[in-house]
T-cell receptor
Framework: GAVVSQHPSWVICKSGTSVKIECRSL??????MFWYRQFPKQSLMLMAT?????????EQGVEKDKFLINHASLTLSTLTVTSAHPEDSSFYIC???????????FGSGTRLTVV | AQSVTQLDSQVPVFEEAPVELRCNYS??????LFWYVQYPNQGLQLLLK??????LVKGINGFEAEFNKSQTSFHLRKPSVHISDTAEYFC?????????????????FGQGTILTVHP
């Protein structure tokens, strides 16, 4: 149980274009979704926290206009990288908090390469 | 603010040998502690977590960890490793539910430890 499905698993896009990453909770309602970015050989860095039906809370240094997060329903959260540049190339992972168990479940990640 | 330090970036070990991956944390409030494993180009899988109660926590795949409040540590151990345990391991901390802070729910990760099991 408590599975988060993340798509796409990898994407290559041209510089200047936008890319949308989706995370769906398959068998539970994800009221809170966390978005992380992981550069090669580095740890996961929290980018933002999204709560269903409200605006996302961004961590310091993360551009909210560049990384658009939408959490319009209890089962879907999306991250859109707008006007992507090569330095945005990274591994993006979503995570949902599992209510009542103080646990978290993670998506399988999206490898974004901007050329 | 909370932080996590994994003391070893890489740990090589031979198959069937014991292993310990070290993790220290810093927080001004009560915390929950987690260990995750990540295989290449995949998300994170929970190995075990400490919320409260017994300080020795047993997880999946034969892993266990011990919470030591006085030393602010949460080291991960396995008595006998397999080739399939080769992966990157992350220690993480979350502010406790009753800590009264504003960061409840956010996970802070350590830098990761790459465990390589050699035949």
């Amino acid at each position: 149980g408590a599975v988060v499905s993340q798509h796409p698993s990898w994407v290559i896009c041209k510089s200047g274009t936008s890319v949308k990453i989706e995370c769906r909770s398959l068998d539970f309602q994800a009221t809170t979704m966390f978005w992380y970015r992981q550069f090669p050989k580095q740890s996961l860095m929290l980018m933002a926290t999204s709560n269903e039906g409200s605006k996302a809370t961004y961590e310091q240094g993360v551009e909210k206009d560049k990384f658009l997060i939408n959490h319009a329903s209890l089962t879907l959260s999306t991250l859109t990288v707008t006007s992507a540049h090569p330095e945005d190339s990274s591994f993006y992972i979503c995570s949902a908090r599992i209510q009542g168990s103080f646990g978290y479940t993670f998506g399988s990640g999206t490898r974004l390469t901007v050329v | 603010a909370q932080s996590v330090t994994q003391l070893d970036s890489q740990v090589p070990v031979f198959e069937e040998a014991p292993v310990e991956l070290r993790c220290n944390y810093s927080s001004s409030v009560s915390v929950y502690l987690f260990w995750y494993v990540q295989y290449p180009n995949q998300g994170l899988q929970l190995l075990l977590k400490y919320l409260s109660g017994s300080t020795l926590v047993k997880g999946i795949n034969g892993f266990e960890a011990e919470f030591n409040k006085s030393q602010t540590s949460f080291h991960l151990r396995k008595p006998s490793v397999h080739i399939s345990d080769t992966a990157e391991y992350f220690c993480a901390v979350s502010e406790g539910a009753n800590a009264g802070g504003t960061s409840y729910g956010k996970l802070t990760f350590g830098q990761g430890t790459i465990l390589t099991v050699h035949p």
